[in-house]
């Protein structure tokens, strides 16, 4: 039996900018770092085991890990940084403020009054607007983002550890959700430095909580 816990990262400028940061990047403010923080003593005050922590190559994921196994006093040795871990990409759009790409990716989605406010699962399926207007030819739609999920299943399932921490970003974590729960669960949104739990017993991945602050 697996146990994996995953975690949004902290609170960072762009959040509280409204900025959209897939493979962009910013830093945690002072409150994202605290969160991280006091996410990692929760772990080690309700006895939460981790063997092995796997986090987004994107530094504010890199340093939400950090702050938490350093404050649940765990190793550092023991984590590594993947890209199937990575936050959605939004191609061209990263950067720009965020109810604005949204309402651009529901306009090319026939839903023109769409914008940052909406739930995660309705941005899983506004993504396919992204991408057909994504100058870049970077964005990902939820296809895409399935084929970074199942490379990522296969991590969790030959990693011999039991007991998974993994630090990823809010909208991947959703699509994640939404995967695994056979497109059952239709997630508003993951809070920052919260907790996500799946048991993988073997031979399917079960959801106890998402989202879940301890």
């Known amino acids: ?108 989605a026939n839903l023109p009054q769409f914008n940052s406010d909406y739930p995660d699962w309705q941005k899983i399926f506004v993504l396919e607007g992204l991408k057909k207007i994504d100058t870049f030819h970077a964005a990902e739609n939820y296809s895409d983002v399935k084929k970074r999920i199942h490379r990522l299943l296969e991590i969790f399932t030959s990693t011999p550890s039991n007991d998974i921490l993994a630090v990823s970003h809010g909208l991947f974590l959703s699509c994640l959700v939404y995967f695994l729960s056979s497109e059952q669960i239709k997630v508003d949104v993951i809070p920052n430095a919260s907790l996500t739990k799946v048991v993988y017993d073997g031979k399917a991945f079960n959801i106890e909580y998402v989202g879940k602050r301890l």
């Open 1 to 108: 039996m697996k146990r994996i816990y995953l975690i949004r990262h902290g609170q960072t400028f762009f959040n509280l900018l409204n900025i959209a940061q897939g493979c962009a990047d910013s830093p945690l403010t002072t409150r994202g770092k605290e969160e991280a923080s006091a996410l990692g003593r929760a772990l080690k005050q309700n006895n939460i085991t981790i063997d092995t922590a796997f986090t987004s190559d994107l530094t504010r994921a890199k340093h939400t890990a950090k702050f938490i196994l350093h404050s649940a006093g765990l190793s550092m040795n023991n984590l590594s940084e993947i890209e199937e871990l990575r936050e959605v990409s939004f191609g061209s759009f990263e950067g720009m403020n965020s109810h604005l790409m949204w309402n651009k990716a529901g306009t090319a």
